[in-house]
């Protein structure tokens, strides 16, 4: 059964939400501490989680930066912030959809079936049908836990952010190939234009130094004279 985590601090909007949540045939809990619900969401391993932008102490934003820095879990924001730009701002900061309130709940329901569809598979919440099995890519050795957010080096792993691992999975896609930084780009938005050049450099330090903690210090190499980033190949040899 899905687990579905409530970042609301509305206790009517989230109790509703739940009970509607559940009888879709979902499994739902609400967040108990607003001042740090890491913790919470780190016991309670949710498939998707629905999140306020307002909220005490720190704002969605902030906390969706946190998340997206240990998991890659599906992220709805439900907020009565109409706005484009917050929209925009959403996106940016890691998530996966949005839902301005008041809340239709059945149109929620669809966006909640559809994120979960798109990220563990076809499924029949009806029928309490558990998660698609863990995908994992391999290049050389060096494995890429799609369901996990790791990067696996022989005995070692490593936690990867949301959009670390959309750049490792390019790279391990295209491998021994250059990727050029537009590439990269489209693969960290649909649209390229909400995310500037620096960004992806740091993402991709990022990444390069998670790489360099698993024993890979040369996986990613820029190449010299060229906007653009590939994965050196020897750096997987045994």
Same mark, same amino acid.
Request: aromatic share 10%; proline share 3%; charged share 25%.
């Given at each position: 059964?899905?687990?579905?985590?409530?970042?609301?601090?509305?206790?009517?909007?989230?109790?509703?939400?739940?009970? !509607?949540?559940?009888?879709?045939?979902?499994?739902?809990?609400?967040?108990?501490?607003?001042?740090?619900?890491?913790?919470?969401?780190?016991?309670?391993?949710?498939?998707?989680?629905?999140?306020?932008?307002?909220?005490?102490?720190?704002?969605?934003?902030?906390?969706?930066?946190?998340?997206?820095?240990?998991? +890659?879990?599906?992220?709805?924001?439900?907020?009565?912030?109409?706005? %484009?730009?917050?929209? *925009?701002?959403?996106?940016?900061?890691?998530?996966?959809?949005?839902?301005?309130?008041?809340?239709? $709940?059945?149109?929620?329901?669809?966006?909640?079936? &559809?994120?979960? /569809?798109?990220?563990?598979?076809?499924? &029949?919440?009806?029928?309490?049908?558990?998660?698609?099995?863990?995908?994992?890519?391999?290049?050389?050795?060096? /494995?890429?836990?799609?369901?996990? +957010?790791?990067?696996?080096?022989? +005995?070692?792993?490593?936690?990867?952010?949301?959009?670390?691992? $959309?750049?490792? =999975?390019?790279?391990?896609?295209?491998?021994?190939?250059?990727? &050029?930084?537009?590439?990269?780009? =489209?693969?960290?938005?649909? !649209?390229?234009?909400?995310?500037?050049?620096?960004?992806?450099?740091?993402?991709?330090?990022?990444?390069?130094?998670?790489? %360099? =903690?698993?024993?890979?210090?040369?996986?990613?190499?820029?190449?010299?004279?060229?906007?653009?980033?590939? *994965?050196?190949?020897?750096?997987?040899?045994?």
């Amino acid at each position: 059964m899905y687990r579905i985590f409530i970042v609301e601090d509305d206790h009517k909007i989230s109790a509703v939400l739940k009970r !509607n949540i559940e009888k879709y045939g979902f499994e739902a809990s609400c967040v108990s501490q607003f001042r740090d619900i890491i913790p919470e969401i780190a016991a309670y391993e949710p498939h998707l989680i629905m999140l306020d932008i307002n909220l005490p102490y720190f704002d969605g934003y902030y906390w969706c930066r946190q998340i997206r820095t240990k998991s +890659n879990v599906p992220i709805i924001f439900i907020s009565a912030r109409a706005g %484009e730009m917050d929209q *925009v701002m959403a996106i940016d900061h890691g998530g996966d959809d949005y839902i301005t309130k008041p809340i239709h $709940l059945d149109l929620l329901i669809a966006k909640v079936r &559809s994120v979960l /569809r798109r990220v563990y598979g076809d499924y &029949s919440a009806s029928t309490g049908l558990a998660p698609s099995p863990e995908n994992e890519l391999n290049v050389q050795g060096l /494995r890429l836990n799609l369901s996990r +957010n790791e990067l696996i080096w022989q +005995n070692h792993k490593t936690q990867i952010s949301k959009n670390e691992q $959309l750049l490792a =999975e390019c790279f391990i896609h295209q491998y021994g190939k250059t990727v &050029s930084r537009d590439q990269l780009l =489209e693969t960290l938005w649909d !649209n390229a234009q909400f995310v500037d050049d620096n960004t992806l450099t740091v993402n991709v330090a990022r990444l390069r130094k998670k790489l %360099e =903690e698993l024993g890979l210090p040369n996986a990613i190499a820029t190449v010299r004279g060229s906007v653009a980033v590939w *994965v050196y190949c020897s750096s997987y040899s045994r």
